[in-house]
């Protein structure tokens, strides 16, 4: 079945999400908890894979060993700065 699940995040640490197979981030955001998620687009038949997410601040330095960050997938406004969401290369 196709739907869209919830998927609370590290904003200080990437740890691996297990999501099903393909899903894709449709938003970033916080939650009405306040706790920081990511909604991901998902069929709950497929099989699970881990996925790492990485959030960087605008204006903020990039570590130069984040030449594995592969594809942006939103931006948010957390607090007084924007973040943004990347996924991690395996």
Known sequence: MRTI???PININKPEPIE????????HFD?????KICIWCLVDT???LEE???VILGT??????NLWYVRSFKDTAGLTTFFWHL????N
């Open 5 to 7: 699940y919830k998927y």
């Open 86 to 89: 990347f996924e991690k290369l």
């Open 19 to 26: 999501l099903p197979e393909g899903a894709e981030v449709v």
């Open 59 to 64: 204006g903020f330095p990039i570590p130069s």
């Open 45 to 47: 038949e497929k099989p």
């Open 51 to 53: 996925k790492t997410f």
């Open 30 to 34: 916080r939650d009405g908890n306040g």
